[in-house]
């Protein structure tokens, strides 16, 4: 008994495409012709087949098909290895769609948000949305120690301070935002000295200095309006003159103490 490859594919539950890219694959033997050129397809075919869909559906690449399905000799041993790191991805993948559905059900409940990275869901209520939006894109540029102090960066933010910079039109006057900035310039230079990292972040980038360098500049300017891209500066640059006020005041404290 012989089967074309429509019979074989039929068989085994899959696909004539399928067979035939097992083929090119190198994962299936090609069987005899018949003189008329058709394939003939036997029982070795079909095991084969079946075995390769078997390792399929476990999760097994394709690449590592031809490794896993040896059973003797030394080669078990490479087996094993194989089929221990495709079980780790497998448990992997496990946790990551079980955290997904976690979120999905406070979603659904209306106990957390869409629109920020995850762990941010319980102080998304006190993020404007271009705040939300900057977390989203920092999640792309920070590893995930920087993102845990970037939260309690939000944490510890005034609610008044944060309100009236949301609400600041372009037009502000120049008083309006010097007040604003000297308001904001105390939590900063705490959030600089809680967190040193943030004048030297290189050694938590994901991305390369200049690439996010030049994503900092598209998204400032686009989520933020003119009045408040000032008073950010203002706010950076009183910041920096505290901070060299206090170091000098800390230098001349130790050259009296000496």
Known sequence: MAWSTRELADLAGTTV???????????LE???RMS????????????RLLQIRRLRDLGVPLAQIEAVGVTNGADAAQAAQALLAIDADLAASIERL?????????????GTATDVPAGFEGVAATMSDADRSLML???QLYDESAMTDLKQMVQAEPDDASVEFDALPPDA???????????MAPQLVQHLS???WLLQPA????KSERVTQETFVETYTELYNESQLNVLVRASALAAEIMAADAAADDEGETHVG
């Open 98 to 110: 079980q955290r997904a559905r976690a979120e999905i059900r406070a979603i659904l409940e209306g």
């Open 194 to 196: 809680d967190f040193p």
């Open 203 to 206: 050694e938590h980038l994901s």
């Open 173 to 183: 006057d120049d008083a309006t935002r010097q007040r604003l900035a000297e308001a």
């Open 137 to 139: 894109i920092y999640e």
């Open 17 to 27: 495409n399928t067979v035939r890219h097992y083929h090119r694959a190198g994962l």
């Open 30 to 32: 090609q069987p005899e």
């Open 36 to 47: 008329n050129g058709y394939k003939q397809y036997r029982a070795r075919h079909l095991v």
